[in-house]
């Protein structure tokens, strides 16, 4: 398939779906792009305050959604990790009212590199805390 059709057919998927899913993915979008460019050249803390600067113009969104929207669109940005992504959806979920955390949890095994995954926690109020990961 060429890249024309490719781009077209994703256009029309994209113009396919309802106004707030398509305002959800813009947003999710700058906020993950946000989230990159900002772990390339910033402190952490200094990540999750612009982070969370970009998120504050994103629509209010359920929490299923949110993380569609983030996973989706980080295919879309290069080495979006899954600290990138997690940063990402903890903002935008803050931004709907819940309440969660980024985890990072790191391991080595014998003379192996080590190895790091990021997640988001996420405690509701009708159910156990569930753990949503995202990325690699």
């Given at each position: 398939m060429t890249f024309g059709r490719v781009l077209l057919r994703r256009l029309k998927r994209f113009?396919?779906?309802?106004?707030?899913?398509?305002a959800?993915?813009?947003?999710?979008?700058?906020?993950?792009?946000?989230?990159r460019v900002a772990l390339w050249i910033l402190p952490l803390g200094v990540v999750r305050r612009a982070v969370?600067?970009?998120?504050?113009?994103?629509?209010?969104?359920?929490?299923?959604?949110?993380?569609w929207a983030v996973k989706l669109t980080s295919d879309y940005v290069p080495r979006a990790t899954c600290l990138t992504q997690a940063l990402a959806v903890q903002a935008l979920l803050s931004?709907?009212?819940?309440?969660?955390?980024?985890?990072?949890?790191?391991?080595?095994?014998?003379?192996q590199a080590f190895e790091a995954h990021a997640w988001v926690m996420?405690?509701?109020?009708?159910t156990t805390t569930r753990d949503y990961t995202v990325g690699n």
């Open positions: 113009a396919a779906l309802s106004a707030a899913e398509r959800l993915l813009r947003s999710a979008l700058l906020v993950v792009v946000m989230a969370a600067r970009a998120a504050s113009v994103a629509p209010e969104a359920p929490v299923d959604e949110t993380v931004r709907s009212g819940y309440a969660s955390r980024v985890e990072i949890g790191v391991a080595k095994e014998g003379a996420i405690a509701r109020p009708w």
